[in-house]
């Protein structure tokens, strides 16, 4: 499967971004699916993921309330919808696949990744 982000940008704090998921090549409709970040000069960390059927959603601690997750399986999306953001948020956002149906805040449990789409919070 080929994943491929997209909705990053720039964007003042305090503002909202939509980032999309799109997988090819293959469905990833029985798999749960999972975005991860990376900022400069840091690892990579854990932001939110979401099982196969939508049924669980996970996040980090600095994201709840403001980020939601969710899938549509019928387009073979999965979307991530930022709100509140901090110049802390700033990073490359990737998406993966997790290996099974669902999946925790380990990478480990990540099988395929695609390529980031950068995200700039100005304060």
């Known amino acids: 499967v080929q994943l491929q982000a997209s909705g990053g940008g720039l964007v003042q704090a305090g503002g909202s971004l939509r980032l999309s998921c799109a997988a090819s090549r293959r469905t990833f409709s029985n798999n749960a699916v999972g975005w991860f970040r990376q900022a400069p000069g840091k690892e990579r960390e854990f932001v939110a993921a979401i099982s196969w059927n939508g049924g669980r959603l996970l996040y980090a601690d600095s994201v709840k309330g403001r980020f939601a997750i969710s899938r549509d399986i019928a387009k073979n999306t999965v979307t991530l919808q930022m709100n509140s953001l901090k110049p802390e948020d700033t990073a490359d956002y990737y998406c993966?696949?997790?290996?099974?149906?669902?999946?925790?805040?380990?990478?480990?449990?990540?099988?395929?990744w695609g390529q980031g789409t950068q995200v700039t919070v100005s304060s």
């Open positions: 993966a696949t997790a290996r099974f149906a669902v999946a925790g805040s380990g990478p480990n449990d990540y099988s395929y």
